[in-house]
């Protein structure tokens, strides 16, 4: 029988306790995933993705989460049964740092080898988004891969530069800010 | 390298446009300036959307899917005991087994734990609001909690949010996400609430549960059920 797909809801204000509970400094729940997704053990190269959502307003939204699946260094998603340890997934609120950022502490994604430049798959919740949105973190030092990336290549050229993620100050940093309306508006998929 | 392809993994069936609430809903203020501008572009599904997290039930903890019991300090919690079960399907009817709910409410008072909670009703110290839980190889549920109640919100005079349970879920691959809430039947407050009313007519009943005689435990709790509906495949599978 066909059933017709259960309408979202917005995450609302307070799902920090619920979702994010270790982040937040709430003991009774023990979260599932946080934004530290790779220890010192995991292979591959160091990733910290930082970075603020702005809304139409230009401030920057202190009650968002942001949920990341990624492949690991050798470009396999994690099916639950590796022995790594890298689940491939973090969860992040922008509520516990003073400037509204999320961090993930992960590992450089490898290339998938079906012609897709490395990338972070992205989940974006917050009050005031009656369903979640989806969109994508590319690097910006992966020029030669992201310019056959069949995904980016659906992309207005003059859109794509909101999906990559720069070089910060420091080694493994890169900087991925999000803009919910305006000029630098992300680009956000529907899969 | 990859071991599985994109082929050998089901697409699934988009968002359906006519269940699911547009970015800006009507009279919720913040879905305003807090909603992409510019409409998303549409995607072909690949490895990336056709996989997902996995936590199953290794990720619970024996307490976490009865609320009456893990945020206890000093006795039971206030209020009306329930117990909430339901079903995860997929849109084609196929049962989701070993899928993470996890749930968060406000207490009987109409208080959540959250500090950024400002509402005038008292905390509960033996409720926190958080559980979870994993389907099972029918993909059933089951909670058991206190029944929320109302509270104010802020987005216009007078405005309450009728009571709601929160529920988030993964389903089998990373395009099947689902947030969600979850309301009670014969609210009174469903009527005046944007949120809710922002989902078309006539899918909104599917988010009110059901009150359930079956369900119900003598001398113990009420019963209600809310089965939850994640996108099924596609028809003719997509390359990625």
């Known amino acids: 029988m066909r059933r017709r797909q259960t309408p979202s809801q917005t995450v609302g204000p307070f799902f920090a306790f619920g979702l994010t509970p270790g982040q937040y400094g709430y003991s009774a729940l023990t979260g599932i995933a946080d934004g530290t997704m790779a220890g010192p053990d995991t292979p591959g190269r160091r990733l910290r993705l930082e970075g603020r959502i702005f809304d139409a307003g230009g401030e920057t939204v202190p009650d968002a989460m942001v949920e990341i699946w990624q492949a690991d260094a050798t470009g396999r998603y994690p099916d639950g049964r590796s022995n790594t340890g890298f689940a491939g997934f973090g969860r992040c609120g ?3 740092d003073p400037e509204h950022r999320f961090v993930f502490e992960t590992i450089r994604p490898g290339p998938l080898g079906d012609g897709q430049a490395p990338h972070l798959n992205v989940i974006l919740f917050m009050r005031g ?5 989806f969109t994508r973190v590319y690097f910006a030092d992966e020029a030669e891969a992201n310019a056959s990336d069949p995904v980016l290549s659906t992309v207005p050229p003059e859109r794509r530069s909101t999906l990559l993620a720069a070089p910060g100050s420091r080694d493994g940093v890169y900087l991925f800010d999000i803009h919910l309306r305006g000029e630098r508006e992300t680009v956000f998929f529907e899969p | 390298m990859s071991e599985t392809s994109s082929r050998d993994l089901p ?3 988009p968002f359906d446009p006519e269940t699911q609430p547009d970015w800006v809903v009507h009279g919720y203020h913040s879905s305003v300036s807090r909603s992409p501008g510019r409409p998303a572009i549409p995607l072909v ?10 936590y199953g039930h290794g990720a619970v903890q024996p307490l976490d899917h009865d609320l009456t019991q893990n945020g206890v300090t000093d006795g039971a919690p206030l209020g009306e005991r329930i117990i909430v079960t339901g079903q995860v399907l997929d849109e084609d009817g196929r049962a989701q087994p070993d899928t993470l709910i996890e749930i968060w409410q406000c207490n009987s008072a109409g208080r959540y734990i959250h500090t950024a909670d400002r509402h005038d009703a008292p905390i509960d110290p033996n409720f926190f609001g958080g559980g979870r839980c994993v389907t099972d190889g029918r993909g ?4 058991i909690t206190i029944k929320p109640a109302a509270y104010p919100w802020g987005n216009h005079p007078n405005a309450w949010r009728p009571a709601h349970i929160h529920f988030s879920l993964f389903g089998p691959a990373f395009v099947t996400r689902l947030v969600t809430q979850s309301y009670f039947p014969g609210d009174p407050l469903l009527a005046h609430d944007p949120i809710y009313m922002g989902t078309p007519v006539p899918f909104r009943d599917l988010l009110v549960m059901d009150y359930d005689p079956e369900v119900t435990e003598e001398g113990f709790a009420l019963g209600y059920r809310f089965d939850i509906v994640l996108r099924g495949r596609r028809a003719t599978p997509l390359e990625g």
């Open chain 2, 140 to 143: 059933c549920y089951r909670f």
């Open chain 1, 94 to 96: 922008t509520g516990t």
């Open chain 2, 45 to 54: 599904q690949t490895l990336s959307e056709l996989t997902g997290p996995v």
């Open chain 1, 129 to 133: 988004m009656p369903r979640h949105a």
């Open chain 2, 11 to 13: 697409g699934y069936a």
